[in-house]
């Protein structure tokens, strides 16, 4: 069965950085999307950032130029490199797959950015 778990989240200071993994298991990796998704208290969860199977990425405008997605097919891991951390950035992520219609995710990582 599909297994997404998501990792590297944590309490981190603004400017600074964390990177966020997602070990996928269950499904050919390589052959599927795979995005970020975040939720902040009382906020819809909203989707961060986007990576294809050729490698093409697409982020919100909120992360452009902060975040970066990338994936390791011979790991079947999904990463989300976050600088310049906000405090507005402050929200559980979690990893998603979209496959024959329907939506896969794990169960989150918590990222706090505050002083």
């Known amino acids: 069965q599909v297994q997404l778990v998501e990792s590297g989240g944590g309490l981190v200071q603004p400017g600074g950085s964390l990177r966020l993994s997602c070990a996928a298991s269950?499904?050919?990796?390589?052959?599927?999307?795979m995005k970020w998704y975040r939720q902040a208290p009382g906020k819809q969860r909203e989707l961060v950032a986007t990576?294809?199977?050729?490698?093409?990425?697409n982020y919100a405008d909120s992360v452009k130029g902060r975040f970066t997605i990338s994936r390791d097919n011979a790991k079947n891991t999904v990463y989300l490199q976050m600088n310049s951390l906000k405090p507005e950035d402050t929200a559980v992520y979690f990893c998603?797959?979209?496959?024959?219609?329907?939506?896969?995710w794990g169960q989150g990582t918590q990222v706090t950015v505050s002083s």
């Open positions: 998603n797959l979209r496959m024959l219609f329907r939506d896969y």
């Open positions: 269950g499904f050919p990796f390589s052959r599927y999307a």
């Open positions: 990576i294809t199977t050729d490698g093409s990425t």
